[in-house]
């Protein structure tokens, strides 16, 4: 199981997932982004990256803020899909790049060509072009990006530290303070327990004390975030509560320190827990007695969940009609047909359009229900509909779901390899010499000397 996983090509999932979703024609839900987002480092706002984000093949531009509506222009109009686009630290320059280089070369030269609806008539199908860092000059081209972004980050890091006209009041007691920044951020560790680390590993100080101040007068706790009716009530909770620090699992602190730009794509949980691995990787690795937590399966149809496949499975079974081990053995479904039929069931109930009578409802529980209702669930079972490449790519990040799908040929192989164990027959052509250097009659002789 863990063998497929990894065959999946995991960066292009994101993507990918647009790409099917603008194949099917009248369709502007594009999903840019697995519908489950995780978190990621906040990029620098320098003055070149509030600049408009052009399109790399026509006119059009877009503000910063609508980077997505970029993405989808290009999807839609020009058949371009860019691969983790969250980890490019600077968009606007990688955009310019590629928009020279597309000039100077045809589009071919530098993308993975992706044919949707593969199975159907000629003039159905359609190619997009995959730009991901497979490519050995995306890949460099985003080391560079990222290493210019760091050696920035690193000036303006030494500038803050030599700085000598910083001048600041304390966000808890209102003394002021003036000199090098390091001299506030003591007396914060000292007077009043507030540590955010050592002051040199802060880049952005005003703009990362404006946001400490900011909060601090919205009467929010910096580590909780709650809110509280006066600045009394706050500074009581935060003392009581030892909560008189920020909270590391808000990545909006993530811009202010230099570890979180050191690694393309890493924070510094991920950066922290290398180096943790690093030394206790000679201590002994024996993981046999421990227990994660229980991983919850998702329905395909609404939103129960349940601790094992088996319970999923019986629920889906009674409460929407549809038996997935029944159907994967009577249709022959191996692991990757599996997740594909998934995936576009996942994306089908997110569209809340039934695929039978073509009709639109406002949520996936009224679509779920008028298609149990009809028994419409069974026109998702059309294979020229999901048996496409575009559904090798998960709708929903960390679909437990997926993880626990088994091929028929391999269940029934184990079984084989239960019931019919092979024997190899020993070679016995010369059954004299066999037994004459057999170890029993060593041991014979043994006994008759005793």
Not at 183 to 208: Q, R, T, W
Not at 340 to 349: D, P, S, T
Not at 416 to 433: F, K
Request: hydrophobic share 35%; net charge negative.
């Amino acid at each position: 199981m863990v063998t497929r996983q990894r065959l999946l090509p995991r960066p292009l999932g994101p993507v990918m997932a647009a790409v099917g979703m603008a194949a099917v024609e009248g369709k502007k839900d594009w999903i840019l982004e697995p519908l489950s987002l995780p978190e990621f480092p906040s990029c620098i706002n320098d003055g070149f990256t509030l600049l408009p984000l052009p399109c790399i093949f026509c006119e059009d531009c877009y503000p910063v803020e609508e980077q997505e509506k970029l993405l989808g222009h290009m999807i839609v109009e020009h058949k371009l899909v860019i691969a983790d686009v969250k980890l490019i630290v600077d968009f606007r320059r990688y955009i310019l790049y590629w928009k020279k280089r597309f000039i100077e070369q045809p589009i071919t030269d530098f993308c993975t060509v992706v044919r949707t609806n593969s199975q159907a008539p000629e003039g159905e199908q359609a190619d997009y072009y995959l730009l991901c860092d497979v490519l050995p000059e995306d890949r460099r081209l985003r080391e560079q990006l990222q290493q210019k972004r760091l050696e920035e980050v690193l000036e303006q890091q030494q500038q803050e530290r030599n700085d000598s006209s910083f001048a600041r009041v304390c966000v808890f007691c209102n003394e002021e303070f003036a000199g090098n920044r390091a001299i506030l951020f003591n007396h914060m560790a000292k007077d009043h327990s507030f540590n955010v680390g050592l002051p040199d590993n802060i880049v952005y100080c005003n703009e990362f004390l404006d946001l400490v101040q900011k909060k601090m007068d919205n009467l929010q706790c910096l580590y909780c975030e709650k809110t509280f009716r006066d600045k009394n009530t706050l500074k009581d909770h935060m003392r009581k509560k030892q909560h008189r620090r920020i909270n590391a699992k808000n990545h909006e602190y993530d811009k202010f320190y230099t570890i979180n730009y050191l690694e393309l794509g890493k924070n510094w949980e991920e950066v922290q827990s290398e180096d943790d691995r690093e030394m206790i990787e000679e201590q002994d690795d024996d993981w046999s007695d421990w227990q994660g937590p229980p991983v919850c399966a998702v329905c395909l149809f609404c939103e129960k969940a349940q601790d094992t496949t088996e319970k999923l499975q019986l629920h889906m079974k009674v409460a929407h009609h549809f038996d997935l081990p029944n159907l994967k053995y009577e249709m022959g479904l191996n692991f990757y047909q599996q997740v594909k039929l998934v995936n576009f069931i996942r994306r089908e109930i997110h569209q809340c359009c039934c695929k039978q009578c073509g009709k639109t409802f406002t949520s996936k529980s009224e679509v779920v229900s008028h298609m149990t209702e009809t028994n419409h669930i069974m026109s998702l079972l059309d294979r020229s509909d999901w048996d496409q490449p575009q559904y090798y790519f998960p709708t929903y990040e960390n679909d437990a779901l997926l993880c626990s799908l088994s091929d028929c040929e391999s269940e029934s192989v184990a079984d084989n390899q239960i019931t019919n164990i092979p024997v190899i027959a020993e070679d016995i052509s010369n059954l004299q010499a066999l037994k004459k250097g057999s170890i029993l009659n060593l041991l014979q002789h043994s006994d008759t000397k005793n």
